[in-house]
RNA sequence: GCCGAAGUGGCGGAAUGGUAGACGCACAAGACUCAAAAUCUUGCGUAGGCAACUACAUGAGGGUUCGAGUCCCUCCUUCGGUACCA
């Protein structure tokens, strides 16, 4: 078949007719799909696109067949650092960069025949969109959700540039290699940390992969403890050291104390910490070291112990040293721990570095050569009115104990931090902030929205770490929104992650210049039925956008909850050598290749094919073949019809079969069984050599969503006026002919041979036609002691 | 370390506790052809046998069951995520 010319023929009509259309209000049941909008980059698509989009895809296109009104739209997410590094490099606007990646792109899209709906085509980085993303921003502000604080950010002394974590790998400057060190500013945070007990509780009612939402739970990362008061003593004076443990069992068998290298503690007592001279050296060599060699593993432990300051364990006052330690990290609990050597791994480790005691409080294990730290076994030692307890009782009753002293309280802490939420770059949404020197921070009002990206000359980012729109005073500088004095705009850049984190809503109600998206669509619309992407995206993007969904239902604004109902991840498509692709190993596919030698029937068949869904799996460029041949054999099957009417009575099992596995594979994302079921059936139609032409309309029809250009151009070529894609799905007929299975046949729980009798044959039937059996009746060699005979499926003989 | 997923022919991969290897690739033989390609037909886990058939076989070892790729226990390997989280 001449794919490139019928190709073309279909997409022209398809866009003609409309039939891609989802109509707000319509009576049908409504479907939104959704994939991940990509960002336009200059490569173009990418066969990872080609994977997660053709999913979506073959349900979308099936579910119109089937009466639903169905959504499925794209668009492009489109600020963000690669855009503007090409702009530096090649001295091309960003602006115009990204419309010609959008406009090559959306060509691409169009040739793999996807039946998106682009009359909502969405650009995050079009004012009109963005506009609403600092609406959503100012919304935040205003409900104390976005605040500024200080924070370490990796900078380049070099460069002296601000980088991104992506810039900064492995501790080493992007474009010159030199070390990165962390660098103290005033940067924007999201308060997510406030929806994390929601994020959290939420994910049970949602449909989403086991993996999705363990990976989800881990990032939020609850953990129930306590708070604990220590005094400590400082010569004469007294203060309070606030710890947070998790195990306030053991909290007699704390031996020394640890506090993270940045807590306050040091500074406010810092004339009379004796060795303050060497506890600022480890201060100095800590803050040096990038995250990333912070969070490396089995780091040998180091730290200093303070002189002149000690600890008192508030149960048995007892005096205790305190050490600082870069182990200790000051942004999770209080950045001081109380350390139990005998019962925690790390803490064991810099006992044994440093010489400390070792105090077991519960029995069981063997401290002279680890740590024990099983919760589920042992009973309570050396630990007062604790003892003989277990674990989880003695730390329900510790902290009551605390809480009756007033000396601590039960305490529950999230390992996700908030949000860090702005970049020192151009090609970003602004800020709709100004800094008044009169008013201090001011929100730009809503009536003012958006405050436009300015053009610029210069794209670079700007010495001190700035954003290069700091280089714009005609932008930068501007009268304040509450008193009209001077002001200066925030100069600073919102992520990447901003314009993704709605984007669904916007798709909803794409033009509406009143609101982000209006009450009655969200309502019809909402929330999405079925989201696919990327695994790479559980943590970030798709927590992210459920925080920022909530906060929106919380004020008013959007009528359900959770954005996502259900959620499937495609796997990496992997270069041919098993390897992923990467241009380094030169084993990448690109999907306009594959479409210009194939055709996109072939490409959207195999990627599908390939393997299960969800898994990883190689390329090949042989199997590909494989799906190539099979479309020839459905060309020429057409040979084959005859002008039976209806459905011979031959085919009619094998096609209800194809029927429902079809329909179900595909709801199921089970497309490459899906397949293969329309593959036996082709060999079946060569064997019979005959076919009718309703027969072959409804195998089309199951063929459509994956190979949509062929399954039209053949359902014309015999004859049908009516389109497949403005057709119905077809169903399966009443089959009234005697069917036949196959009924293994068992002895002694051996396989001996398959039985051919009539459905729902009975068990004397099939024991007598056992016993009649030529062959299986020489296995009865004794006495039946037993027959287990399940109808249909099986019979095990016991001899 | 912790969490998750997975180990099945030469390869990609199928199998609600019930015929292991569907479907496809590769390979081989035959048909068509002057020939090749394409196409069509057949074969294709391993061992033995002309064959019917028999034995063995789903990472390793145990167990539950009439029956285990599938469930349970122990272990090995690979991949993904995550990490001095107190």
């Given amino acids: 078949m001449d794919f490139e010319r019928v190709e073309k023929k279909w997409q022209e009509i398809w866009e003609k007719e409309e039939v891609f259309k989802s109509k707000d209000f319509d009576k049908k049941p409504k479907f939104m799909g959704l994939v991940e909008f990509p960002y336009p980059s200059g490569v173009g698509l990418h066969i990872g696109h080609i994977k997660a989009y053709s999913s979506l895809e073959v349900v979308s296109r099936m579910k119109r067949l089937q009466g639903y009104n169905v959504m499925f739209p794209i668009g492009w997410d489109a600020f963000g650092l690669p855009t503007e590094n090409f702009a530096i490099k090649n001295n091309i606007a ?220 508030p149960l048995n006052n007892k005096e205790v040293p305190i050490f600082i330690a870069d182990y200790v990290m000051m942004g999770y609990g209080t950045g001081a721990i109380m350390a139990v050597p005998a019962h925690d791994t790390r803490d064991y480790d810099f006992a044994k570095k440093f010489n400390l005691p070792i105090i077991p409080v519960i029995e069981g294990g063997d401290i002279s050569k680890e740590a024990f730290t099983d919760i589920n076994e042992g ?71 958006p405050v436009k990206l300015p053009e610029v000359k210069d794209f670079k980012p700007s010495k001190n770490g700035e954003s290069p729109l700091a280089q714009v005073p005609e932008w930068v500088n501007c009268t304040c929104p509450k008193c009209g004095g001077k002001a200066k705009r925030e100069t600073d850049t919102m992520p990447q992650w901003a314009g993704s984190s709605w984007y669904y809503l916007r798709y909803m109600d794409p033009n509406n210049d009143k609101e982000l998206a209006s009450q009655d669509k969200l309502k019809y619309w909402g929330p999405i039925d079925w989201y696919n992407g990327g695994m790479e995206h559980v943590t970030r993007h798709l927590i992210y956008s459920r925080f920022w969904n909530m906060f929106l239902y919380d004020i008013g604004v959007v009528p359900f909850e959770e954005p996502y109902s259900k959620r499937t991840t495609q796997g990496l498509v992997l270069g041919e050598d098993g390897n992923k692709m990467s241009k380094s190993l030169g084993n990448v596919v690109d999907p306009m290749e594959i479409i210009n030698n194939f055709g996109a029937d072939v490409l959207r068949l195999y990627i599908l094919f390939m393997a299960e869904y969800e898994s990883a799996a190689p390329w090949s460029s042989a199997n590909i073949n494989g799906c190539k041949r099979f479309l020839d054999r459905v060309e020429r099957m057409v040979d084959f019809i005859d002008d039976h009417k209806g459905v011979h009575a031959e085919h009619i099992t094998e096609l209800n079969s194809i029927i429902e596995k079809v329909s179900n594979d595909i709801a199921a994302l089970k497309f490459n069984t899906g397949i293969s079921a329309l593959m036996t059936f082709v060999n079946t139609i060569y064997q019979d050599k005959f076919i009718s032409r309703e027969e072959m309309t409804d195998f089309l029809k199951l063929l459509y969503p994956f190979a949509p250009h062929i399954a039209e151009e053949l359902n014309e070529q015999i004859g049908n006026k009516e389109y497949i894609s403005k057709s119905n799905w077809p169903t399966v007929r009443v089959d009234n002919s005697v069917k036949y299975i196959n009924l293994p046949v068992q002895f002694n729980g051996k396989m001996r041979d398959v039985l051919k009798v009539e459905e729902n044959t009975p068990q004397d039937k099939v024991l007598e036609l056992i016993k009649n059996h030529e062959k299986l009746s020489g296995y009865i060699t004794g006495e039946i002691k037993k027959v287990i005979f399940v109808p249909n499926k099986i019979v095990n003989i016991i001899v």
């Avoid at 201060?283 to 490396?296: C, L, N």
């Avoid at 003695?394 to 908030?418: C, S, V």
């Fill in 379 to 449: 009973k309570m030692i050396n630990s007062e009115f604790l003892n003989g307890l277990g674990v989880k009782d003695a730390i329900a009753k510790m902290i009551e104990h605390l809480a009756k002293e007033n000396i601590g309280e039960a305490k529950t802490n999230y390992q996700m931090k908030d949000w860090a939420f702005n970049r020192q770059r151009y090609w970003g949404e602004p800020f709709p902030i100004v800094y008044c020197e009169k008013c201090g921070t001011v929100l730009v009002p809503e009536d003012q929205l």
């Fill in 94 to 313: 960003p602006r115009i960069a990204t419309d010609n990646n959008i406009k090559n792109m959306k060509a691409q899209l169009k040739r793999v025949g996807y039946s998106f709906d682009w009359a909502r085509e969405i650009d995050t980085t079009d004012e009109k969109f963005y506009h609403w993303t600092q609406w959503i921003f100012c919304q935040l502000y205003k409900k104390g959700l976005a605040y500024k604080s200080k924070a370490l950010v990796n900078y380049c002394p070099v460069c002296d540039v601000i980088l991104s974590n992506e810039e900064s790998q492995g501790g080493e400057c992007d474009r010159c290699h030199s070390q990165v060190v962390q660098k103290e500013k005033e940067v924007w945070f999201l308060k997510i940390r406030d929806y994390a007990e929601r994020l959290l509780s939420g994910l049970d009612k949602l449909d989403f992969p086991a993996r999705v939402k363990e990976e989800q739970r881990h990032w939020i990362g609850k953990s129930t403890g306590a708070e604990v008061n220590f005094k400590v003593k400082i010569g004469s004076q007294e203060d309070t050291l606030r710890i947070y443990t998790t195990r306030a069992d053991t909290l007699f068998g704390v031996t020394f104390m640890v506090i993270a290298p940045e807590h306050p503690i040091l500074e406010k007592y810092a004339d009379k910490i004796k060795n303050i001279n060497e506890v600022k050296d480890y201060q100095a060599k800590a803050k040096q070291k990038s995250e990333f060699d912070r969070v490396q593993v089995n780091k040998d432990k180091t730290g200093v112990k303070l002189d002149g300051i000690v600890a008192i364990n």
